[in-house]
């Protein structure tokens, strides 16, 4: 049975820092692209952020750029998402999620991934 289990959410000011982990079981973590996806109420889910299986190629939603950094520890089957300068619009419930994307797969689009965390809340006040 597949889990992932995301942890580190919480309540945090503007500007402050915050660090997601997703711990995996039940799969081989090392054959998984691992994503992060966040919901804000009323708003579809989107993109966040999204590793290769190894870790070695990235991906980021324009909107967080340069602020949140994706990684992933394949010894310890989990994934972070460190999130700086968190904003107001940051807040969201964020999920992981694991797919087997490669090389010139569209990482952004959830229907790639076939298994999801139930979701940690990350609010962000002004």
């Known amino acids: 049975q597949v889990q992932l289990v995301e942890s580190g959410g919480g309540l945090v000011q503007a500007g402050g820092s915050l660090r997601l982990s997703c711990a995996a079981s039940g799969l081989t973590f090392v054959s998984y692209a691992m994503g992060w996806f966040c919901q804000a109420p009323g708003m579809e889910r989107e993109f966040v952020a999204a590793s290769s299986w190894s870790g070695s190629r990235t991906y980021y939603a324009d909107s967080v750029k340069g602020r949140f950094t994706n990684s992933r520890d394949n010894a310890k089957n989990t994934v972070y998402l460190q999130m700086n300068s968190l904003k107001p619009e940051d807040t969201a419930v964020y999920y992981c999620?694991?797919?087997?994307?490669?090389?010139?797969?569209?990482?952004?689009?959830?229907?790639?991934?076939?298994?999801w965390g139930q979701g940690t809340q990350v609010t962000v006040s002004s």
């Open positions: 999620a694991a797919g087997t994307l490669y090389r010139g797969s569209n990482y952004r689009e959830e229907s790639r991934y076939d298994y």
